[in-house]
Structure formats: C-alpha cells, structure tokens
C-alpha cells in the first residue's frame, strides 16, 4: 500500500518544457530542507505521477535521478525511500555563508560585471562586446543536420547520455582544435560544457577548498571568474597584466590556481609572450598550481604568428583549456569544452554529472556533423575575413578622428579592439555621452578585479557592419570635449 503524501506540487504551465527540473528541485528540496524526513518511504511511481499530475516516465525519471544523487534509495521489492545521509540545508534567517566567498561576492557585485544581456537592445552604432555577428551564418545548413540528427536519435534507444559528452562531438572537437590551435588532445580528454560559464563553475567545485584556496586572476580581467570562485569559497588575488601578457612575478607564491586569457587579454587585447607562457609554466610546476587557460575567441586570427597554447607547452597536466562556441557560432548554442588533465578527468565528470548530468545531445550531434563536414572552417574563414575588414576600418577611424586622445592597443585576434585614453578625459565618461548619441561601447571600468581598472574603452566587432563604423567613430570624436570633471557612467 503506499504511503500518505500530503507534499504539495506546483508544476509549471502545460506544455513547459521545464516539468522534469521543477518537478526534481520541489522533491529534492523538500529531502534536504527535512520536509520529507530520512526513512520515509514514498509512493510508488505510478502513485507519485497520479498525484502530481505527470506521465509515469516523468515520474520514473525523477525518483531515477533523486537515486543517482544519493538522495532516495529504491529498494526492488520494497519501494523507495528518503536516504539517511543526505546533508540538510540551514534555514533561511539562519543560513551561513563562507565569510570569504560572502566578503568578496559582495565586493564584486556591487560593480556587477558587463555581460552583453544587460545593455539596452538597439543601438545606432553597435560596439557591443561578446557578441558575434550571426547574419552570415548558414541557418539552412545547420537546419538540415538538425532535422537529420532528430532523425537519429528517434531511432536511438531512450537514455540518459554519456556527461562526458557525445563521442562523435568530442572526436571532432579535438579534431577542431588540434587544427586551429595546435592543442594535443585525444577525445577522452574532453568534457562536454555548457559554455565557458559552466566549464568555469565546474572546475571550481574541483579546485576550490573554501576559505583555503587562492586563486590569481588577470587584472583587469573577465569578472565572472572571480565571481564563480568567489562563491565557492576561494580567495581571489588579482594580478595586474602588461603588453607580455600577466605578470608572473607578481602571482603570490602558495597560489593554487590561475586564471588566463593568454591569446587575446581580456579585455585589453595583450597576446602573452612566449618567454611570459614559459615563465608562467614553471611558476605553476614549482609552486603546484594548476592553470585555467581560457582561448574563448582564437579562431579568428587577422595576422601574424600564432603562439603555442599553454595546454600545447605543457609538460606537467598543469593546464585546464576551455573553449566555446559562442564566439564562432553564437551565443544561444550553450556549448563548450574542458580539455583536462586525466588525473582531474574522474573528479570534472562527477560534478558534470551532478550538475545536469549532460549536455543537450540534439545540438552536440548536429554541431560534430557540422564541424566534420566542413562548415565549421568554413563559416570561421568567412567571418575571419569580415570581422577584418571591420577591424581594419576601426583601426583607420581611430587613427583619423581619434589619435589626440585615443590610442588603440594592437591586438592580432579576437572580436574586440580596445584603446586607452589619454590625458585626464575618462573612458567612463566617453561611454555614457556615447550612449546618448546611440553609440554602443564599453568602458574598461567594467572590468576590473580590484581597483579602477583601465581608463579605456573597448569596441566589439560583431554588432556593427563596416560601413557604418567611420561614421560612428568621427561622431565618438566629437566626444573629446567633455570636461573631465563629467563623470557620470553608463
């Protein structure tokens, strides 16, 4: 007979795609939050669908995952039951915070970090960061390997899939980036993510010791990192970077991480040296740390001479490399990669898994068929080529119209161009007049770790046609007037 069960279920509105998540977070909520107590046996599947409302397999695969995740044990025979060595979780008016992670989650978020979602959806002259142009992409083509893997997968049999990733999808990404960056990796060294983001929270959840681990992070730098290790605990150390890229001597001795952008700074443009990445290496190797080599937007390379990455040079299993595709394909795809060491290979799956347990199969099958077939290097020449052009053409504006109070920072890679200014007028300043005159661009105080970061501004390549850029440029010159004491920012 099963059991009394007075749980109250909110599930979201028919037809939402969320039922399997909202149904999963409300069960297992209610087991660590002690609502549902260690022991209880709970209904059976058939009963447990009936009251809330859903198809036994949504059921099913609810308690299945609640199993895997030690939360409920299913005994054949006897039923399921609420396991007895689940952590609780502290009330909310009690609930204490890592006094690290809180002191410094605070720090950073009181100067949120610019992510392209925040600024306002049109602007005349768009000189967004992060975003890549998707007006060239070829939709058509990825529609038809869509439709084709659709095909596949009905026939496949109904499972949960490898966290690891697809086999075909990580065959190709090493495929991929042993081309266009001479990384040495076998497929079983990647780990499918869901963009740098979470390649990032996961190595977090492996690396960090809360209130114990130190991590260095560039500075002026990609904010998001410091946040996601902020959170789970660690120290965070910003290291101030020069034309060579971060600066080694400067990383505190017992750092145990360290976070870098080495092919394109972020978000200053630096290309770090060779003699830096060697230096950088033998810090690592004799201090113990592990390095997070962050190669988010290589692929496009206007000239000059690649340099070996860190996981390239690597002698040691030292060095973490992640990727994305939301700067080759677009943003919405959510995919990414972490090429790990294999003795953290184990360790990244397991909190992989936990996550969300994998990513989305449909969209890793049709991306490996689009990198094996040839769209992928293709659509990169192709965009290689425009973002150029556009790079060129701002890189002449500047020097025009601007070069008495900008001076742009030669960068041979990447979706940005950034430029410091000079005198006392502040980039800040520069960025919220722009904005009144429909001027999208940043300012580097966006991006600093400590401090106040760079007073310069840094100018996206994929949201503005090169046509459109001299004129943007000479009405942003017009700019150069404003009193410094204007401070207001955008």
């Known amino acids: 007979m099963d059991p009394i069960f007075e749980l109250s279920i909110t599930l979201p509105p028919q037809g939402s795609r969320n039922l399997f998540r909202v149904l999963h977070q409300q069960m297992r909520s209610a087991i ?3 609502r549902l107590q260690p022991g209880v046996r709970l209904p059976s599947t058939r009963k447990f669908a009936e009251l809330a409302g859903v198809s036994r397999n949504t059921a099913v695969a609810v308690y299945e995952m609640l199993q895997n995740q030690g939360y409920i044990l299913i005994c054949p025979g006897s039923g399921a039951f609420v396991a007895d060595n689940n952590p609780r979780l502290t009330p909310p008016d009690t609930v204490k915070i890592n006094p690290v992670a809180d002191h410094r989650l605070n720090a950073f978020w009181r100067n949120p970090p610019a992510l392209a979602a925040t ?12 975003l890549a142009d998707k007006s060239a992409f070829p939709f058509q083509t990825w529609q038809r390997l869509l439709v084709r893997s659709q095909r596949t997968l009905a026939k496949a049999a109904t499972a949960y899939a490898d966290p690891q990733g697809q086999a075909g999808f990580r065959e190709a990404i090493a495929a991929h ?8 990796c076998q497929s079983d060294d990647i780990v499918v993510t869901a963009g ?3 390649g ?3 190595l977090a959840k492996i690396l960090v010791t809360a209130g114990k681990t130190t991590i260095a992070i560039e500075d002026p730098g990609y904010r998001p990192t410091a946040i996601t290790f902020a959170a789970a605990g660690a120290k965070v150390i910003p290291v101030p970077v020069d034309v060579e890229g971060i600066i080694v001597e400067r990383i505190p001795p017992g750092t145990q991480v360290i976070y870098v952008t080495p092919t394109h700074q972020f978000p ?6 060779m003699a830096r990445r060697i230096a950088l290496l033998n810090f690592a190797q004799v201090h113990g740390a592990v390095i997070i080599e962050d190669d988010y937007d290589s692929e496009f390379r206007y000239n000059g001479k690649p340099l070996d990455a860190l996981q390239t040079l690597d002698r040691n299993g030292s060095v973490f490399y992640i990727g994305t595709f939301s700067k080759s394909l677009f943003p919405a795809l959510r995919l990414g990669f972490v090429v790990t060491p294999l003795w953290a290979r184990q360790a990244l799956l397991s909190v992989k898994r936990f996550s969300d347990w994998h990513s989305p199969i449909l969209e890793q099958e049709t991306l490996a068929a689009f990198i094996t077939e040839g769209h992928l290097a293709r659509h990169i020449r192709k965009m290689r080529q425009r973002y150029g052009q556009r790079r060129q053409v701002l890189i002449e504006s500047l020097s025009h119209y601007c070069s008495d109070f900008l001076e742009p920072i030669s960068t041979e890679c990447g979706l940005h161009l950034t430029a410091l200014v000079k005198g006392q007028l502040q980039a800040a300043t520069i960025a919220a007049q722009a904005d009144t005159l429909g001027i999208g661009v940043y300012s580097l105080d966006r991006y600093p770790i400590a401090g106040q970061g760079s007073n310069g501004l840094a100018f996206g390549l994929g949201m503005i046609a090169a046509e459109h850029i001299d004129d943007a440029i000479s009405s942003l010159a017009g700019l150069k007037s404003i009193r410094p004491s204007d401070t207001r920012t955008r």
């Open 119 to 130: 600024l306002p959806p049109y602007y005349r002259y768009d000189f967004r960061v992060g």
């Open 196 to 198: 740098i983001q979470q």
């Open 177 to 184: 980036v042993s081309i266009s960056r001479a990384v040495a």
């Open 32 to 34: 660590v939050t002690g």
């Open 268 to 273: 200053l443009g630096y290309t770090m040296s």
């Open 200 to 202: 990032l929270d996961l």
